[in-house]
Nanobody, 124 residues
Framework: QVELVESGGGLVQAGGSLRLSCVIS????????VGWFRQAPGKEREFVGT????????SYADSVKGRFTISRDNAKNTVYLQENSLKPEDTAVYYC?????????????????WGQGTQVTVSS
C-alpha cells in the first residue's frame, strides 16, 4: 500500500519560514519524481515545484522561485519543501505527490500517488 504523509505545516507570520516533509512508503522511492502542489480555498490545485528521482533536477513555479527549495533524502524516503520569505498568498493546503515520469511533471494528472495535505497559513 502506497502512502504519502506530509508534515510541517502551521501558522507563520509573513517573512517567516517553514519546512514541509513528505515521507513515502510502499513504492520504490528512488524511482519516482516527487512534486509539491498547493490548493487555496476556492482555487484550483496549483504546481509549486518538483524534484526528479535522484535530486539532480528541480523545477519551480514562478510564484515561489527563489523562495522555496525542494530536496530529497532517498535513504529516508523523504522529500522536503523549504519555504522562506513566506507571503500571505502562500496560504494553502500543501500536497506532495509521486510520479514515474522521467520528464518534469507540472500538472496534477501526471502524478499517480498523493498525500492528504498539510495546512500552511501565513498571517500578514
Amino acid at each position: 500500500q502506497v502512502e504519502l504523509v506530509e508534515s510541517g505545516g502551521g501558522l507563520v507570520q509573513a517573512g517567516g519560514s517553514l519546512r514541509l516533509s513528505c515521507v513515502i512508503s510502499g513504492l520504490s522511492f528512488s524511482w519516482y519524481a516527487v512534486g509539491w502542489f498547493r490548493q487555496a480555498p476556492g482555487k484550483e490545485r496549483e504546481f509549486v515545484g518538483t524534484i526528479n528521482w535522484n535530486g539532480g533536477s528541480t523545477s519551480y513555479a514562478d510564484s515561489v522561485k527563489g523562495r522555496f527549495t525542494i530536496s530529497r533524502d532517498n535513504a529516508k524516503n523523504t522529500v522536503y519543501l523549504q519555504e522562506n520569505s513566506l507571503k500571505p498568498e502562500d496560504t494553502a493546503v500543501y500536497y506532495c505527490a509521486a510520479s514515474r515520469k522521467i520528464t518534469i511533471a507540472t500538472t496534477p494528472s501526471e502524478y499517480e500517488y498523493w498525500g492528504q495535505g498539510t495546512q500552511v497559513t501565513v498571517s500578514s
